[in-house]
């Protein structure tokens, strides 16, 4: 079973910056993408940005050009870079794996994992 393990969460003023990592228990190009979901109180869960396996990435228009997603192919770890916070960035961050495969075959398109989240909140 694959194991993601986020931290870098915390407390941070508007306009500030933080950084997350999410550690996984393979190797990240084992994955069709990752991914950084966020989740923030009575709103549902919804994509911050995603890196391919291919390392092509995108993001949601509310966080492009504050935030960065990267990859670590030696550290097994994908990172998001966030920049000038803001209190609406205040969430639980998720980091998320789907699609399998194995060596340079895509064998399992149902696969997902998700990791126990992370908690950033701005204050303004």
């Known amino acids: 079973q694959v194991q993601l393990v986020e931290s870098g969460g915390g407390l941070v003023q508007a306009g500030g910056s933080l950084r997350l990592s999410c550690a996984a228990s393979e190797s990240v190009t084992s994955f069709k993408s990752m991914g950084w979901y966020r989740q923030a109180p009575g709103k549902q869960r919804e994509l911050a940005a995603l890196?391919?396996?291919?390392?092509?990435?995108s993001y949601a228009n509310s966080v492009k050009g504050r935030f960065t997603i990267s990859r670590d192919n030696a550290r097994n770890t994908v990172y998001l870079q966030m920049n000038s916070l803001k209190s609406e960035d205040t969430a639980v961050y998720y980091c998320?794996?789907?699609?399998?495969?194995?060596?340079?075959?895509?064998?399992?398109?149902?696969?997902?994992?998700w990791g126990q989240g992370t908690q950033v909140t701005v204050s303004s």
């Open positions: 890196i391919t396996r291919s390392t092509s990435s």
């Open positions: 998320n794996a789907q699609g399998r495969y194995y060596g340079f075959t895509f064998i399992d398109e149902t696969f997902e994992s």
